[in-house]
């Protein structure tokens, strides 16, 4: 649910700074204003610009190795904390970074809570290389993905875990495939929302609940009927409420799938371009 930068040596006598969701919660990542706020007085004070909510902007200071380390969220939990969502992957990893070079962060968010139902998928945490002016212009450095949400009475079981694989986890009876490549997770159509990757959305259902890509912006999905958890930032997929209460797929690399009938969704998949 975080994002830690151990910078070079030369520049800060290899001090950590750490990306955080800077109080955010829900579906939508922080604002300016809130970013602002979280990093004041700190080493990341009035160095954080968003141009895109939630996506955090930071500046290379100086060329040199940098290990970065990235969580991905918890899923939110089911049916009044009777399931609880699976826990998000951890990544770590050493990078060559020139002076310069902008990051983009995206810190993942846990997917909400359902008294009544099924929680929602959590958000991925995603840390990218900026190569031009598009939201596509980018070079994935590290990606780790979320757990999946807490099942609901009728869709019983605790939501999987955020994988380190590359592809999102299937659901739990394997009628529905997590995404591969960077794209979204699949699920029925009046099932619970999937999670989405980092280019591709997450497949339709019903009550608008898939997961946002990376690219578009990393909006967890919405609850289908209301009842459902929201899907955390950075891709993770709604609860759905209607039918059954399945609870929603988890955002990473490649989503985790969503699920209708029977059993929980897939965690998110993850990245890392190092060794």
């Not at 951890?90 to 060559?96: A, L, V, W």
């Not at 139902?117 to 993905?145: C, E, H, Q």
């Not at 280019?199 to 608008?208: D, I, K, L, M």
């Not at 955390?232 to 039918?243: A, P, S, V, Y």
Request: hydrophobic letters at 25%.
């Amino acid at each position: 649910m975080l994002a830690a930068v151990l910078l070079h040596p030369l520049v800060l006598a290899q001090t950590t700074v750490t990306f955080t969701n800077a109080a955010a919660t829900g579906r939508y990542g922080p604002t300016q204003s809130q970013v602002n706020t979280a990093y004041d007085g700190t080493t990341l004070d009035d160095a954080v610009t968003i141009n895109t909510q939630g996506i955090q902007e930071w500046t290379v200071p100086a060329t040199g190795t940098y290990t970065i380390e990235v969580w991905g969220a918890q899923g939110g939990n089911g049916n009044t904390s009777t399931y609880t969502g699976g826990q998000g992957a951890r990544m770590k990893g050493d990078f060559t970074l020139s002076a310069n070079d902008v990051l983009k962060i995206l810190v993942g968010q846990q997917g909400s809570h359902s008294t009544q139902k099924a929680g929602g998928g959590g958000g991925g945490t995603y840390v990218v290389k900026k190569t031009g002016s598009g939201a596509t212009d980018i070079t994935a450095l590290i990606i780790a993905g979320a757990g999946s949400g807490g099942g609901g009475n009728s869709n019983p079981g605790n939501g999987q875990p955020g994988l380190t694989g590359t592809s999102g986890g299937n659901s739990s009876y394997g009628e529905y495939t997590g995404g591969s490549n960077g794209s979204g997770g699949n699920t029925h159509s009046t099932g619970s929302g999937a999670g989405g990757g980092l280019t591709g959305n997450s497949a339709a259902s019903y009550g608008e609940t898939e997961g946002i890509s990376f690219t578009n912006g990393g909006t967890g999905g919405d609850a289908g009927c209301n009842y459902g958890g929201l899907g955390g930032f950075g891709g993770g997929g709604g609860g759905e409420w209607c039918n059954r209460g399945a609870a929603g797929g988890g955002g990473g690399y490649s989503g985790g799938a969503g699920t209708s009938n029977n059993g929980v969704p897939g965690g998110g998949g993850s990245y890392n371009s190092s060794s």
